[in-house]
């Protein structure tokens, strides 16, 4: 045909286009992340640490599960208002489809929600005097509740990044690595809050040796976050200036980890490790924050 | 004048028995868990568009506005050409999409005029019977393209996605909570979530005229038989011929798209006959299902969690010790 070769030059303006369409995921989505993350990763650190050091954290441990409880009800209440019909939210237990994340997911936060509550309900019922607090028995079926919990807590904060990741939206779904970030991010959170919540309730042994993991787990939250943040480069490149990927990763990462870091090693004082909670706290919503506008930052462009 | 038929559907009828707001309640929240029988399986049915036959009159975003009570979206200025719908929407379940392939100067490409450099858009009936040199508009009725393995299906947490009987991808209105994961899911940006009821839309194939042993609005409003509809097996033949035939009349690009499965992805129930790169026409070049990312997104994300939770443990026995 003639002129072939020139008309093979012309791009049309769809070319030029984002082909997928953005779901209406937006902040509150990021706080949902976010609110997902500390529920699990108290529990999950919480669970793991009673089970483990029983006389060093189980005191911190049972302070912990009211307060995962609290984000896990924010977390669920986040989820409803974010359905385009919230009042239809209950649909979601129709089917059980473990092959769609958000199904498995909802399914794992109903499970999880039920020993979570039962632990928060005999504890309550405890310090009210409802229940006796002695009780070998209520203390067995409380440790049974914990260890439950366990799988379908890994499941709520594991389902999360794989949503992402499984999507054909621009950057995340290049995102191999998403899942394991936010697994480890959120254990890395669950520490943060036991060791927010022991220094604040003067349990300083406790927050000795928490300290030290927390540490640990800032730095071995460097591997997921790099490996994430390489996945990501590409589709960030595209949409932001150098100096704004520059700035976009370096932030976060100098705030929600290295100021915390040296924070954490400079001493054991109370505001310094509080000041490391909160910066590493506002590092992870900045993360995520920047992870969900990532599609609607491409359509725009 | 602007159709709102969800509104009527919202509104008390009749026939309705008056009930107490308990035992409404008590519907809102078992009804959707309550399952009818399945009906029969038929052969599959779809879209089979030939491309290079359509002429852009959007009989067929008309045709599927009118039988599916479908919200007007105004008349908006896209910039593409005669492109006024810009893209599917939860109200626009057909758009045709307009691609003008023009020489960037502005001169026409014809032979003569391209040969003498002359700036002029003038055409002469000569020139059009011989080909009408390199300048060309494609158009193309995008839709739904009812995968074979859709990824919106397999995101939907709700069940509201179904194959239906004729193995088209139906939402189904009455169950869809509007999470939005089938828009995040789809490859081919094709559904949206509506602003006016919350829940996701998208093409369903006349499901109520299948039904009923019709053929979609679309395709029976198609005046050139660009859209073609029928069981898949045998659109799939007739597209086949026609790539030949127009093969063999010197359109050696003609191809077709989503006809067959890829390594990435499922055939597409609604395929297409295109001339020009899949970009062109918005269409994605490779599309890749992202469900096969899914065993290796949760190994990885368990393996890190689990990596995580062991270097707890050992830090907190090696300070316990």
Not at chain 1, 202 to 209: L, N, V
Request: aromatic content about 8%; proline content about 6%.
């Amino acid at each position: 045909m003639r002129g072939d070769v020139q008309m093979r030059t012309m791009e049309s303006s769809y070319s030029t286009k984002e082909v997928t369409k953005v779901p209406g995921w937006h902040g509150l989505v990021a706080w949902d992340l976010l609110f997902n993350n500390l529920t699990t990763g108290l529990f999950l650190f919480a669970a793991v640490g009673e089970l483990a050091l029983p006389g060093l954290l189980a005191p911190v441990a049972k302070a912990a599960y009211p307060v995962a409880l609290v984000f896990l009800l924010t977390d669920l209440m986040l989820l409803v208002l974010d359905l385009g019909d919230p009042l239809r939210f209950h649909h979601m237990l129709r089917v059980f489809k473990p092959s769609s994340p958000m199904s498995l997911g909802t399914w794992s936060l109903t499970a999880y929600s039920l020993p979570l509550t039962l632990i928060v309900a005999i504890e309550a019922a405890q310090a009210l005097n409802l229940l006796p607090a002695g009780s070998i028995v209520l203390e067995w079926v409380r440790k049974l509740a914990v260890v439950v919990g366990f799988l379908p807590a890994f499941g709520s904060l594991a389902y999360k990044g794989v949503l992402f990741s499984t999507s054909s939206q621009p950057g995340w779904k290049d995102a191999r690595w998403l899942g394991g970030f936010v697994a480890n991010s959120a254990l890395m959170l669950g520490c943060a809050e036991m060791l927010a919540m022991s220094v604040l309730s003067g349990h300083s042994k406790a927050a000795a040796s928490l300290r030290t993991v927390l540490m640990l787990l800032l730095l071995l939250n460097i591997i997921p976050a790099g490996l994430l943040f390489a996945e990501f480069h590409n589709t960030l490149s595209r949409l932001y200036r150098e100096r704004q990927v520059y700035l976009a990763l370096v932030l976060p990462f100098v705030g929600g980890t290295l100021i915390p870091l040296i924070l954490l090693l400079v001493g054991d004082s109370a505001p310094g490790i509080l000041g490391a909670v909160s910066l590493i706290l506002l590092g992870s919503l900045a993360i995520r924050s920047l992870i969900i506008k990532i599609p609607h930052a491409s359509r725009e462009k | 004048m602007v159709i709102r038929e969800l509104e009527l559907a919202g509104l008390p009828q009749a026939s309705d028995p008056p009930i107490g707001p308990l035992s409404a309640l008590l519907r809102r929240l078992t009804w959707p868990f309550r399952r009818g029988r399945a009906p029969q399986p038929h052969p599959a049915t779809g879209f089979y568009t030939d491309t290079t036959v359509c002429i852009g009159c959007k009989a067929c975003e008309v045709a599927c506005k009118q039988w599916n009570q479908l919200a007007a979206d105004g008349l908006n200025w896209s910039g593409n050409s005669y492109d006024n719908t810009a893209e599917l929407s939860a109200t626009s379940w057909r758009h045709v999409k307009f691609i003008e392939q023009f020489a960037a100067n502005g001169r026409p490409t014809y032979p003569d005029h391209a040969d003498s450099g002359a700036p002029s858009r003038e055409v002469t009936l000569d020139q059009l019977l011989s080909g009408g040199g390199a300048d060309r508009w494609l158009m193309m009725s995008d839709v739904c393209k009812h995968c074979v393995a859709a990824p919106c299906q397999h995101a939907c947490p709700t069940g509201a996605i179904i194959y239906n009987e004729f193995a088209n991808v139906y939402i189904q209105r009455d169950i869809c909570n509007g999470c939005s994961y089938c828009i995040a899911a789809c490859p081919f940006g094709v559904i949206t979530r509506s602003d006016f009821d919350g829940h996701s839309h998208k093409c369903t194939l006349c499901y109520d005229r299948q039904r009923d042993g019709l053929v979609p609005a679309c395709a029976k409003a198609c005046p050139t038989a660009s859209i073609q509809f029928g069981p898949v097996d045998e659109l799939r033949d007739r597209a086949r011929k026609r790539i030949e035939e127009l093969h063999a009349r010197g359109v050696p690009e003609a191809y077709l798209y989503g006809d067959e499965p890829g390594e990435t992805y499922s055939e597409l129930h609604s395929f297409y006959l295109l001339i020009d790169r899949p970009a062109i026409y918005g269409l994605p070049e490779a599309p890749f299902n992202p469900w096969l990312h899914l065993i290796g997104d949760y190994m990885r994300t368990i393996v890190s969690g689990l990596a995580t939770v062991a270097a707890i443990l050992a830090v907190l026995f090696l300070q316990g010790s």
